[in-house]
């Protein structure tokens, strides 16, 4: 069965440090992938995507991510963690072809500590 | 360029009332998205449209769930009876088409429900 897999429920970083999201995913042939932001009350803001090409994404914010087809992996990274960065992060795949059918994974919620 | 809008951002009801949300896509976005957001899980897809046409509700609970786009712009999504395991967050999402890279989504802020 197709799955998109977060495996961090919850992670605590301090502000500065870096950050890393893992998003695992399950499909047949390699689907788009997507990191959203879900801030308190807001809606899911797009951070970036991968269709093709270089495996290297780099997003808004100073978020990238990092297509691994052989660990069929996305997974998101920011170098240095401001306080703003406090949110949760949702991990999405859609296949090729099957762009409305976004599936999501469960999400990983941040904390920044000063 | 305004985002995508929904109304009301927050809503009470007892079980077995009805309930309906509205969304206003960003102008010019021919595909729109309804997705549910219960606590701790990420956002399913309920139905989507292109123009005014209905493209996938494979995953809508029919008997008390509804939808409908009948202008190709505004949608409605309606609940009725509620039940207690309807309580959730409701997004819309739109998008210039169903095609990379017109294919990208756009998220409202969503409607908290809470049925007593």
């Known amino acids: 069965a197709q799955s998109v897999t977060q495996p961090d429920i919850h992670i605590t970083v301090s502000e500065g440090a870096s950050l890393e999201l893992r998003c695992n995913y399950s499909?047949?042939?390699?689907?788009?992938l997507f990191w959203y932001v879900q801030s308190p009350g807001q809606g899911l803001q797009l951070l970036l995507k991968?269709?093709?090409?270089?495996?290297l994404v780099q997003g808004i914010k100073g978020f990238e991510a990092e297509f691994k087809r052989s660990q069929s992996s996305f997974n998101l990274r920011k170098p240095s963690v401001h306080w703003s960065d406090a949110a949760e992060y949702f991990c999405?795949?859609?296949?090729?072809?099957?762009?409305?059918?976004?599936?999501f994974g469960a999400g990983t919620q941040v904390v920044v500590t000063p | 360029e305004a985002g995508v809008a929904q109304s009301p951002r927050y809503k009470i009801i007892e079980k077995r009332q009805s309930v309906a949300f509205w969304c206003n896509p960003i102008?010019?976005?021919?595909?729109l998205y309804w997705y549910q957001q219960i606590l701790g899980q990420g956002p399913k897809l309920l139905i989507q449209?292109?123009?005014?046409?209905?493209?996938?509700d494979s995953q809508l609970p029919k008997d008390r769930f509804s939808a409908e786009r009948l202008k190709g712009v505004d949608s409605t999504l309606k609940i009725q009876p509620a039940k207690l395991e309807d309580s959730a967050v409701y997004l819309c999402?739109?998008?210039?088409?169903?095609?990379?890279?017109?294919?990208?989504?756009?998220f409202g802020p969503g409607t908290r429900l809470t049925v007593l």
């Open positions: 999402a739109s998008s210039q088409g169903r095609e990379r890279p017109k294919g990208t989504q756009y």
């Open positions: 499909y047949g042939a390699t689907p788009y």
């Open positions: 991968y269709f093709s090409g270089d495996t």
């Open positions: 999405a795949v859609a296949e090729p072809g099957s762009w409305g059918k976004l599936q």
């Open positions: 102008s010019g976005h021919a595909t």
């Open positions: 449209f292109q123009n005014n046409g209905v493209v996938d």
